[in-house]
């Protein structure tokens, strides 16, 4: 196995989209990622793809927020996993209930989703399309807005007048300090300019714009007093001037251009009995193409580029059948465990363990054998010493 090195420069990068996980890591939590979401997924039984825990079938897996720990991940925020386009989804308006006629006694889960295409066409012409359904998304009231709106007072930070413009800059007023003013400010955003809803003159006459919006700079005005503005809709959708309509499932007419690692939105509830307060996404991939076809095109063209342009592989592919070791840290010595592995596994190379020992430790001058560790991903081994293939 080799890892990637940088590409020849006539080396034709293949049309693969850009792919994250859908919960973010936190800047401090940035080694083996990878790991960890193995890890969580395989002590979670109702995580399991294909078939759950019961033998139903069930075409995805859950991440809970419970197991992805908020000191690790952004565990409530769901990302796009690939570029792609938003094509469809629904928001609850409240979260629903299995026993409407006693609800203190029923389960509360969530039926909201957003639904992305994405597309890999890989050598030219070999196209797939396949989606990715993220399920159990936040009722609308839990998405926060990052608006306030504040009163306060006009307050030059020059000892000028305060300068009112409108959205082509030009300019609308000028106003002395301690004019009473309504402001709509964007906490999440770096923007120096907020919006000016309105102001009041000395004579007590309130001024605002017949169309359109006007600016304020964001130190000319003191705050006597803000409340967050209340949620207007998914922020994506409003990013996107589109408006949230709730309780229905929505085509898009236009889909939402999206890059793998967007926020698309918060994760919701979805309980158990006996169970309250649980948040967990159900996220599956699936595609109606041929990708058998898809994938034996693909291979061929990528064994041909590998080969005449120098690609490498940047993952590490192991073969259901292959064999493993276990490593003897104090004698330096790779074990045979005469056993193989039971399933297919392909790992980015960047996150496995790697070792590398002389295959003759008496000679200085032995070759070397590279071992990778696949212990961590492999679902119920606790092998402290690791699990190795080469």
């Known amino acids: 196995m080799s890892e990637k090195n940088k590409e020849s420069p006539q080396a034709e990068k293949p049309r693969i989209p850009a792919v994250a996980f859908p919960l973010k890591p936190k800047a401090e939590n940035s080694k083996n990622v990878l790991q960890q979401y193995f890890t969580h997924l395989a002590h979670d039984p109702s995580a399991r793809f294909l078939f759950n825990e019961i033998g139903l079938w069930h075409q995805g897996i859950h991440l809970r927020a419970d197991k992805f720990k908020a000191s690790e991940f952004d565990n409530e925020k769901i990302c796009a996993i690939a570029d792609g386009k938003l094509i469809a989804y629904k928001v609850d308006s409240e979260y629903k209930n299995d026993n409407p006629k006693e609800p203190a006694n029923g389960t509360i889960y969530s039926t909201g989703f957003f639904l992305l295409e994405h597309e890999i066409e890989y050598p030219k012409g070999n196209k797939l399309t396949f989606y990715s359904l993220y399920r159990h998304t936040a009722k609308l009231g839990e998405y926060k807005s990052s608006f306030v709106i504040i009163s306060g007072k006009t307050q030059s930070a020059d000892k000028k007048n305060v300068m009112i413009r409108d959205n082509n800059k030009k300019l609308v007023a000028q106003l002395p300090d301690g004019w009473d003013i309504t402001v709509r400010k964007d ?28 600016t304020i700079f964001h ?172």
Do not use: C
């Open 187 to 214: 906490k999440a955003g770096k923007n120096k300019l907020d919006e000016l809803l309105w102001y009041k003159d000395d004579k007590g006459v309130e001024h605002k714009p017949d169309e359109g919006r006007w």
């Open 219 to 390: 130190r000319s005005y003191t705050i006597e007093s803000e409340q967050v503005e209340p949620v207007q809709g998914i922020p994506l959708l409003i990013a996107n001037k589109i408006d949230t309509e709730v309780d229905s499932e929505v085509k898009l007419t236009k889909a939402i251009e999206i890059k793998a690692g967007t926020e698309l939105g918060l994760m919701g509830e979805y309980n158990q009995p006996t169970e309250s307060g649980k948040r967990l996404l159900h996220l599956e991939v699936f595609t109606y193409d041929d990708i058998n076809v898809f994938r034996k095109e693909a291979k061929k063209a990528y064994d041909k580029d590998k080969e005449k342009k120098g690609i490498q592989d940047n993952f590490l592919y192991v073969n259901q059948g292959s064999r493993i070791y276990s490593y003897a840290g104090d004698s330096k010595k790779i074990i045979d465990l005469h056993d193989q592995t039971k399933v297919e596994i392909m790992l980015p190379l960047s996150e496995v363990e790697k070792l590398t020992v002389s295959e003759n430790l008496k000679d200085k001058n032995a070759k070397q054998r590279t071992y990778y560790n696949i212990q961590p991903y492999l679902h119920g081994t606790t092998s402290g010493v690791g699990i190795y293939v080469d």
